[in-house]
Nanobody, 115 residues
Framework: QVQLVESGGGLVQAGGSLRLSCAAS????????MGWYRQAPGKQRELVAH???????TYADSVKGRFTISRDNAKNTVYLQMNSLKPEDTAVYYC?????????WGQGTQVTVSS
């Protein structure tokens, strides 16, 4: 089992920045892709970004150029730097980690962007 703990969410004004962190612990042998999803009220959960163990990144079109995903394999931690935040970025953000045939989810952290 892998445990994921997110931190860094909060309330920010439009145009501001936040940095989310997600630390993995437990049976973290051979963690593959790690990433972030988000779910806004009344909407489906959607991919924000993910990063492979080798550092290859993928972003949703809505966040390209504003968000940056990175990871520190030595610390088993993935980060999401969010700049130029918009009210439509308001959501619960979930960290994920893939391991062989399993996908693990964090408990989520709230990000609220005020206009």
């Amino acid at each position: 089992q892998v445990q994921l703990v997110e931190s860094g969410g909060g309330l920010v004004q439009a145009g501001g920045s936040l940095r989310l962190s997600c630390a993995a612990s437990g049976s973290i042998f051979r963690l593959n892709r790690m990433g972030w999803y988000r779910q806004a009220p009344g909407k489906q959960r959607e991919l924000v970004a993910h990063i492979s163990s080798a550092g290859t990144t993928t972003y949703a079109d809505s966040v390209k150029g504003r968000f940056t995903i990175s990871r520190d394999n030595a610390k088993n931690t993935v980060y999401l730097q969010m700049n130029s935040l918009k009210p439509e970025d308001t959501a619960v953000y979930y960290c994920t980690a893939d391991q062989v045939l399993s996908k693990y989810w964090g408990q989520g952290t709230q990000v609220t962007v005020s206009s």
